[in-house]
């Protein structure tokens, strides 16, 4: 699945700092080295405990974990809709972004200044929104004009759009992100060919300093951006960008050390990828075999063959049955053979709806 989450944020809130541990963790990376897709772009593996217990359960001669990638996008500073600082070079990549990782300044630290001069979140948060939507209502100004000429002809595709335009056009006006509006399932195709940079989903990333981390709870920057969060439906998770980097430089006996001494159970890198991941509806499934164990990226709602076809699209094509079996039975029987005899191994057909954490055996006929 070729989706990616691009990393946004101003100047010196650490939104470097917290793409160099990305980077340098995919480095470390055992069984999927880290792999520049270009200057910006880092790909890593996604945490999932499963795949380990599945590893123990099967013992196969390698294990593949499914990867993400993240897009390292040029700093904005305000009036980057009008091309203001690297403003053009910032809003053609987040085009190519499908979810917005917004690093936030949660930290006081003297010596890194801030590009406005103080530390105040909800306004950096409110600086970049603001040149999205202005990016956004300028895309919507220029179609508008034409899609309402042609509407007058009474034709019946330009009449939806036009009600579409119609409906996002104030919401823009009034400073608010287009994914702020409930749309209809007639509409979203509608949506979807507008390209708008605010109906991206996003993911705000508080990052506070290595003292506060343990707490952050109580960091009164993040308890403004966890409630600025919770009012348009997103989510939050609290990092230090700083420690994360020097996590990705140490081994996993170092690492489990390290995060005891800082207080917490995971890293920030392992719940941001996770987050991200999910937060573009992706799932998970396996498949699982002497040869190896590996966990395969899918949309959650596609069907079997669709998931098959993740693998190569022969299986896709000569698609018959997918035998399979979920996770949680799979630990608790042992083995395939014993969930078999359980009658927990299920054959599914065309119309089967894959489910996170499935084990699948495709079978095909090309």
């Given at each position: ?34 792999a ?5 772009v ?33 700093g ?10 690297l ?9 190519q ?9 949660c ?10 001069g103080?530390?105040d ?29 042609v ?20 919401v ?22 507008l ?71 995971e ?43 993740v ?28 969930a ?8 599914e ?5 894959v ?5 699948m ?6």
């Amino acid at each position: 699945m070729a989706l990616t989450a691009g990393i946004v944020g101003l100047p010196n809130v650490g939104k470097s700092t917290l793409f160099n541990a990305i980077t340098k963790a995919g480095a470390e990376a055992a069984n999927y080295p880290f792999a520049t897709i270009d200057p910006n772009v880092g790909m890593v593996e996604v945490p999932d405990y499963r795949l380990q217990k599945l590893t123990e359960l099967v013992d196969p001669k390698k294990t593949v974990p499914t990867t993400f990638e993240f897009t390292d996008i040029a700093g904005i500073v305000r009036g980057a809709s009008k091309g203001e600082g690297l403003g053009n070079k910032f809003l053609s990549h987040i085009r190519q972004v499908d979810a917005i990782c917004h690093v936030v300044r949660c930290f006081d630290d003297d010596n890194i200044t801030h590009v406005e001069g103080r530390v105040d979140p909800l306004s950096d948060i409110e600086t970049i929104n603001l040149e999205l939507v202005l990016a956004d209502l300028e895309s919507i100004d220029k179609r508008y004009a034409r899609v309402a000429k042609v509407a007058k002809t009474k034709d019946k595709e330009a009449v939806a759009e036009l009600a579409v335009l119609d409906k996002i056009k104030p919401v823009l006006e009034a400073g608010k992100s287009a994914r702020s509006i409930e749309f209809t399932e007639e509409e979203m195709p509608l949506v979807k060919s507008l390209f708008l940079l605010t109906t991206k989903p996003v993911l705000y990333v508080a990052n506070v300093s290595e003292d506060e981390i343990a707490d952050a709870s109580n960091n009164p920057y993040v308890k403004k951006v966890k409630e600025f969060a919770a009012e348009e439906n997103a989510e939050v998770i609290v990092i230090c960008a700083r420690a994360e980097e020097e996590i990705a430089e140490l081994d996993e006996e170092d690492k489990v050390e390290f995060l005891e001494d800082l207080g917490i159970e995971e890293s920030g890198l392992d719940q941001l990828i996770r987050a991200a991941y999910h937060l573009l509806g992706l799932a998970t499934y396996f498949t699982a075999g002497v040869q190896e164990v590996r966990a395969w990226t899918f949309k959650q709602g596609m069907k079997a063959p669709q998931c098959a076809g993740v693998i190569h699209s022969d299986f896709e094509r000569g698609f018959i049955r997918a035998e399979t079996v979920s996770y949680e039975d799979l630990l608790q029987y042992g083995s395939m053979h014993a969930a078999k005899e359980a009658g927990k191994v299920r054959l599914e057909g065309k119309e089967y709806v894959v489910q996170d954490g499935d084990i699948m055996l495709f079978r095909f006929n090309v």
